[in-house]
DNA sequence: GTATAATAGTTGCGATAGCAATTAACTAGG
DNA sequence: CCTAGTTAATTGCTATCGCAACTATTATAC
């Protein structure tokens, strides 16, 4: 067994899986950048950025950027908080609200595409373990990130 | 149990890989995009592209890219191939050779941070799931490519 | 109350990656 | 041979992503 081969998997599965959901959402005009944020928003109605950024565990750079694709698109709209003016806060358009349960489809699609013929107990298997590992390894970059400001 | 999570732990664990990989070879002057095919050259000396491309599954844009830099930092050198004059073939230099074992060893330890907490059952188990969805994810995205060949 | 810290969002930059088109070299059919 | 099709490498383009720097707003300390 090889030591790397996680790690290759990875990154293979991950790279081929953008380019599946990149031709799923060609027809809503946004792709796998994107549509990870249209879910969360729509899950956590009222969501500023860096939750967001938290939820979904990427940049604020990026959030941002997906927010404002999703808004030009006509999915989202955002309002300041008027508790906190720094803050936006996202809501989904009735034109968002549409295509969820298609988006959320399309994906459970993708996942029966990767899980075909593995069982349930092998299912629940893996989802456990790669939740370890975005443990460990997020655990690792947050240390790293501290290290660097000592 | 949700339906999108696979999809969505693959896609932040790559990230997450991404940032630790870059860190740690920074002290080499390469990172995420270059170290697979630096990998594969030393255990195929004498490897094309297109083969380099195959074996890693990156795009040949990528893997002639990567063989670039690779070839400017000095760690491997290209001749072209005397029997088809279409294709270079990539070797280690003496400095390449010399990173490789530790290039093998930050890899092994990066692993090992992922993989904390599992044992060697659950680690194989893992590798095997990751290998199916792999073979399941290309099937698919070879079908798409084919599909618009039509 | 004002000066300093911290925080949410934003922008510029460089790295990684896929796709499409081009070039140069090889192969096969006539 | 020589023309047409194929193939390896290459280049331009666009999308995704993290980091660093910056702005505007809020929170904290004095």
Same mark, same amino acid.
């Not at 380019?19 to 969501?47: A, D, M, T, V």
């Not at 936006?88 to 034109?95: A, C, D, N, V």
């Not at 489809?105 to 590992?133: F, P, S, V, W």
């Given at each position: 067994?090889?030591?790397? =081969? ?6 293979? $599965?991950?790279?081929? /899986?953008? $380019? ?5 959402? @060609? ?20 969501? +500023? ?9 990427? &940049? ?10 999703? @808004? ?9 908080? !008027?508790?906190?003016?720094? =803050?936006? !806060? =996202? ?12 988006? $959320?489809?399309?994906? %459970?699609?993708?996942? @029966? $595409?990767? %899980?075909?013929?593995? &069982? &349930? +107990?092998?299912?629940?298997? *893996?989802?456990? *373990?790669? /939740? ?14 501290? &290290?660097?400001?000592?």
């Amino acid at each position: 067994m090889k030591l790397d =081969s996680i790690g290759r998997y990875i990154s293979s $599965i991950y790279r081929h /899986q953008s $380019i599946l959901i990149n031709k799923y959402f @060609e027809k809503y005009g946004f792709g796998s950048g994107q549509y990870i944020f249209l879910i969360n928003i729509s899950k956590n109605e009222g969501i +500023n950025q860096k939750q967001l950024s938290e939820n979904v565990k990427i &940049d604020r750079a990026n959030t941002n950027r997906a927010i404002k694709k999703l @808004e030009k698109l006509g999915y989202i709209y955002t309002v300041e908080d !008027k508790e906190d003016r720094r =803050s936006r !806060k =996202s809501f989904l358009t009735e034109k968002g609200k549409e295509i969820i349960p298609l988006v $959320i489809k399309d994906l %459970a699609n993708i996942t @029966e $595409i990767m %899980a075909q013929g593995m &069982d &349930d +107990n092998q299912r629940e298997k *893996l989802l456990e *373990l790669l /939740q370890l590992i975005e443990k460990n390894i997020m655990l690792e970059v947050d240390n790293i990130r501290k &290290d660097k400001c000592k």
